[in-house]
């Protein structure tokens, strides 16, 4: 990895290096020793405690609960995807209630944090749907979960396909326009199949976001998915709770390491195919704001 | 009962008042911890040791790619059951921080990166130590870049104490719940509890252009 800071060392610096890496490795062995050990007097290695995930039906549990939180991240990300697109068109209207309307909703769903969406939807959302579908949210958590989840997405992806529809060269709606397009022709057939591409990497990592949040439904129960399933494993085992959301944080983080990757790969592909041109994934939601000010910045508003 | 009832209720606005500083309290001491972490984590990344490199890298890649509910859960009942010495409020401030530490590190990282590598070059041309080439060249332009990634950084920080109330913090997004059942109500309760977020939420974001503005490079 290079850096700004780093040159060539002379051989001081190689001999500091040496010191400062015998150091270091103590310092780290050191830390997981003590760690061990705290963790060994407690008894948390003991293998009554381990051997459930050495058994395949708890694995199959935890298996099935890994398609669940991949079906509801699926489910959230494509409806999330829809209508964020629609906010996004709406945003760049030529009519100015429709552009303001669609800017209030986006500001709305997405200051508060998504916990609070999910909220909603299961506890208000019965409340105010009427009969048959009320009763069907406040019975299946997962629902408003989807539900939570799409409608807090939906405002971030809205921004990211507003950066990217605004990230693409204004020639390309000039040359659009010139070739007697209409507005709407040329935003289907010109700017959003570039626009869409490029966005693709920054899709991916907000999925990868999404995923993480879907953990979420274990605070209104979500039987199903990979968080819910730990709890009912833990419950099951009685003492091994330290295990089993020790497990349950791996299969997560191989999930999301893997969506991060992958969101990445694509990235730095399309930099080399497209120049600068395409999108920073970046911190996906950190970097959002920074996208909608680039944005802004780029359309001159 | 409707929403701007909430607010007028005494009871409730104590309520909201009482579990929004809690927030605050939780986002700010998190926060800060996570700015010591992140500049820790991005001092040993862009350091020249390989050992430490390789620490930072696990250490981001492991907070970023797991769930934070997952992450609390772990440390308060998990950990509960291996002698964990902290208390709640504690708890929740110490997984906030170190969750949030990793992207810090991230965006100070890449903040680092974005000075042109002309300018360090330059300066060790003119004989600075390394820490003058830090100090007084890399680090006063890369913080300016890293300020907007900063502010976002904080906003989420804030949502994301929301979490926390699973380990049983009387924070923000529980006081709609409560309220909502006190008054079997959750659809003005929830949305009076977004408001309040929408204030602290783009009130921040307005501070943080403020600043950002301030700190300007002049081009």
């Known amino acids: ?149 799409s409608a807090y997405n939906m405002a971030v992806l809205a921004e990211i396909y507003r950066a990217g529809i605004l990230s693409l060269d204004r020639g390309q709606r000039e040359a659009a326009f010139a ?30 976001t999404l995923t993480k949040d879907t953990s979420l439904g274990y605070i209104i129960s979500v039987p199903a998915d990979l968080a819910g399933r730990g709890r009912r494993l833990a419950q099951f085992g009685t003492t091994n709770d330290l295990q089993t959301w020790f497990v349950v944080g791996v299969v997560y983080f191989v999930l999301i390491w893997g969506l991060m990757r992958l969101a990445r790969l694509l990235e730095t592909r399309q930099r080399r195919s497209l120049g600068a041109g395409g999108m920073d994934v970046g911190g996906a939601e950190a970097d959002l704001a920074g996208l909608a000010a680039q944005a802004d910045a780029r359309s001159g508003t | 009962m409707a929403i701007l009832d909430i607010f007028a209720d005494e009871r409730f606005r104590s309520l909201l008042l009482d579990y929004t500083q809690t927030a605050i309290i939780m986002a700010v001491l998190s926060f800060l911890l996570a700015f010591v972490l992140g500049n820790l984590i991005a001092a040993a990344r862009v350091s020249p040791v390989p050992v430490l490199q390789r620490f930072a890298v696990a250490y981001t890649s492991i907070f970023r790619n797991t769930p934070l509910l997952v992450l609390a859960v772990l440390f308060w009942v998990g ?76 906003i989420a920080n804030l949502k994301n104490s929301s979490v926390f109330l699973v380990i049983g913090i009387n924070e923000l997004t529980r006081a709609g719940r409560n309220i909502g059942q006190a008054i079997n109500d959750f659809v003005s309760a929830f949305l009076a509890v977004a408001i309040v977020y929408l204030v602290l939420v783009y009130g921040s974001a307005q501070i943080i252009k403020l600043l950002e503005r301030r700190l300007e490079i002049a081009r």
């Open chain 2, 79 to 154: 950990g509960g059951r291996a002698g964990w010495p902290f208390g709640r409020l504690t708890t929740a401030i110490l997984v906030l921080g170190l969750y949030t530490g990793a992207y810090i590190a991230e965006s100070l990282r890449s903040g680092i990166n974005s000075v042109p590598p002309g300018q360090a070059e330059a300066a060790r041309a003119i004989g600075l130590p390394f820490s003058g080439v830090v100090g007084t060249i890399v680090l006063p332009q890369a913080i300016r870049t890293v300020i907007p990634p900063l502010g976002n950084l904080w």
């Open chain 1, 1 to 149: 990895m290079s850096s700004v800071l780093t040159e060539e060392l002379g051989p001081l610096g190689r001999k500091r290096v040496r010191i400062a890496t015998i150091v270091a490795i103590a310092v780290i062995v050191a830390f997981f020793a003590w760690l061990g050990r705290r963790l060994y007097l407690e008894g948390q290695f003991e293998g009554r405690l381990w051997e459930q995930f050495a058994d395949g039906d708890s694995l199959r549990f935890l298996g099935e609960g890994l398609l669940g939180t991949i079906r509801a991240a699926l489910m959230a990300i494509v409806i999330a995807a829809v209508l964020g697109l629609f906010l996004a068109l709406g945003r760049l209207s030529e009519l100015a209630p429709v552009r303001i309307v669609c800017g209030l909703i986006v500001d709305l769903f997405r200051g508060p944090p998504v916990l609070l969406w999910i909220f909603f939807s299961f506890f208000a959302l019965p409340q105010i749907l009427p009969g048959d579908l009320g009763v069907a949210i406040g019975r299946n958590p997962l629902i408003a979960l989807v539900i939570g989840l």
């Open chain 1, 179 to 208: 070739v007697g397009m209409p507005r709407g022709m040329a935003m289907r057939l010109v700017i959003l199949p570039q626009a869409l591409r490029r966005m693709i990497p920054a899709i991916l990592a907000q999925l990868a």
